[in-house]
């Protein structure tokens, strides 16, 4: 028997007149030549179908990233809109004090809610039950993504996501408020991964110059996902007897991203089979590599958690998640109980501030690319103007908001402008976790957005404990407290805050080791970032 070795396609050509034993037509039989023309077709069809991608491998893996932000969002927020259904409200429809009239023409049944009694604290510990689980997977999720790549890490946590979403009527109907808290545990734990999971993907994708756009692009489905989770849940509860059609409905969604998620996209442009040589080669140029760099050290936690960028970003997305999930999770509540909208009206108006968000995410995210990438600012400079707008805008509008009263129209102009505003967060700190290290993206997305997300815990659960009436006098104290919250960390941010490759990010390429504890800490200036990246892989 002929070892395989004497097969192997780098010692033989395919045309080699190998004629022995257990061969034909010149070809050996033996196992090492069928795996190698296996491959050799696969290849050659993958090149085949390659040819019928239009769009950029690059650019779908940014549209399936937004969706799964999207979808992410969807099952994330539907409650919020759920659960002024799910709640018996006649005793509020007769308690007029603090709050606004119900319209003449109005239709009373929308107003009396359902079955549970639940009341506003075990309300806001219901919404905030998700978080539990959210802040707890953010950490191993960066860390799977860095290790094995952001397919799987951000595909099985949505499709888990998915699975708890589909069976939330069947667990209340059995468990009642409790079974629902475990759920919505169970749920945060599948979601946690997938900031960290597309963060380390956009990492691997994304050339710097073209991150502010397409990376707004993909976190612009966290507001596209709050349109339309507000807006088409208003509609199934509307237009079916029942809750239960919402969680159905976005828990199916996630089902179908997953499969096509799975069959399109990949951790890396080395491993993508349907990737163009074109591409390839033009992301060869603008990242370096285009596999993952096994030999890098683990992750430098101790120079990651005390550096002064990283701390300034921290605090610029508890300022943003303290802002987004009062707005999130509570802006339903805020349109059922104060304003007095119908459960239609409730998820069109709510959805609305959302659907500028993303208009604004987008445009500023091209916006801050060219004026970077033409010199005419730094991306220090660009990530900290577009942080203040999004921190100090929202937080004059949104007190605003408090004191137009019953005005409803004018009430949804200003939330509309707040969040709008709020849009400029993405091409400014949300992004900046692939400025300050490429290599250890998703650990710093994972710090940053897991910390943040602890807001999402203690916000809703403030505002539930602040509303018993839900008056409009208890929402104003809530919207101040929002106010100085954004303030704050806007200021540590516009301090601290940097655009710059850090050297922690190459940790092998420090002067010293990382165990020494002996590091230059001069971060990479902005000028030299590009090649600092390439020179990181």
Request: charged fraction near 15%; aromatic fraction near 12%; hydrophobic fraction near 45%.
């Amino acid at each position: 028997m002929i070892p395989p070795s004497q097969y192997d396609p780098v010692v033989h050509d395919e045309r080699s007149p190998l004629l022995k034993k257990g061969t034909s037509g010149g070809l050996p039989a033996g196992p090492s030549w069928v795996s190698y023309g296996s491959r050799r077709r696969r290849d050659e069809c993958c090149r085949f179908i390659s040819k019928f991608f239009i769009i950029p491998q690059r650019v779908i893996l940014a549209i399936f990233g937004f969706l799964a932000i999207l979808n992410a969002y969807t099952m994330r927020i539907c409650l919020s809109i759920a659960i002024t259904e799910m709640v018996n409200k006649t005793t509020s429809v007769e308690e007029d004090e603090g709050v606004c009239p119900i319209e003449d023409n109005a239709n009373m049944e929308d107003y009396t809610g359902g079955e549970f009694n639940w009341d506003q604290e075990l309300q806001g510990v219901i919404l905030s039950s998700f978080y539990w689980g959210y802040v707890i997977t953010h950490l191993p999720g960066g860390i799977l993504a860095e290790k094995f790549g952001g397919k799987w890490t951000l595909s099985l946590g949505i499709l888990s996501t998915a699975f708890f979403t589909l069976i939330t009527p069947w667990a209340v109907g059995i468990g009642g408020s409790t079974a629902l808290i475990i759920i919505r545990v169970l749920m945060g734990l599948g979601e946690g991964t997938t900031f960290p999971a597309l963060s380390a993907l956009l990492a691997s994708w994304i050339p710097l110059k073209e991150r502010s756009k397409l990376g707004s692009l993909v976190f612009g489905g966290g507001q596209v996902g709050t349109i339309l989770g507000n807006l088409i849940s208003g509609y199934l509860l509307h237009s079916f007897d029942g809750w239960s059609s919402v969680f159905y409905f976005f828990g199916g969604l996630g089902v179908v991203w997953f499969i096509l998620f799975t069959l399109l996209c990949y951790s890396d442009p080395q491993s993508h089979p349907f990737i163009s040589d074109k591409e390839k080669d033009f992301l060869q140029k603008e990242l370096g590599a285009l596999t993952r760099d096994k030999t890098l050290p683990p992750t430098p936690w101790r120079y990651i958690l005390t550096s002064v960028p990283m701390i300034a970003l921290v605090c610029a997305q508890i300022g943003h998640d303290w802002g987004f999930f009062i707005m999130v999770t509570d802006l339903p509540k805020y349109m059922s109980d104060v304003l007095r909208f119908s459960i239609k009206d409730n998820g069109l108006y709510s959805s609305l501030p959302y659907l500028v968000m993303w208009i604004v995410s987008l445009s500023t995210g091209v916006l801050s690319d060219w004026l970077i990438s033409s010199g005419k600012m730094t991306i220090t400079f660009g990530r900290k103007l577009f942080t203040t707008i999004a921190s100090a805008g929202p937080a004059f509008f949104i007190v605003g908001a408090s004191y137009a009263g019953c005005d409803r129209a004018l009430v949804v102009a200003l939330f509309t402008i707040a969040m709008g505003l709020m849009g400029t967060f993405y091409p400014g700190m949300k992004v900046n976790p692939l400025d300050l290290s490429p290599n250890y993206a998703g650990s710093l997305m994972a710090v940053t957005n897991g910390i943040g997300a602890i807001t999402g815990i203690i916000a809703p659960y403030v505002v539930g404990i602040m509303t018993p009436n839900h008056s409009l006098e208890e929402w104003r104290i809530v919207f101040w407290i929002s106010f100085a919250v954004f303030h704050v960390t806007n200021l540590a941010y516009v301090m601290w805050a940097s655009g710059e490759v850090q050297p922690w990010n190459t940790p092998h390429l420090m002067n010293k080791s990382v165990e020494s504890g002996d590091v230059n800490q001069d971060t990479f200036s902005e000028k030299e970032a590009p090649a600092a990246i390439k020179a990181s892989h």
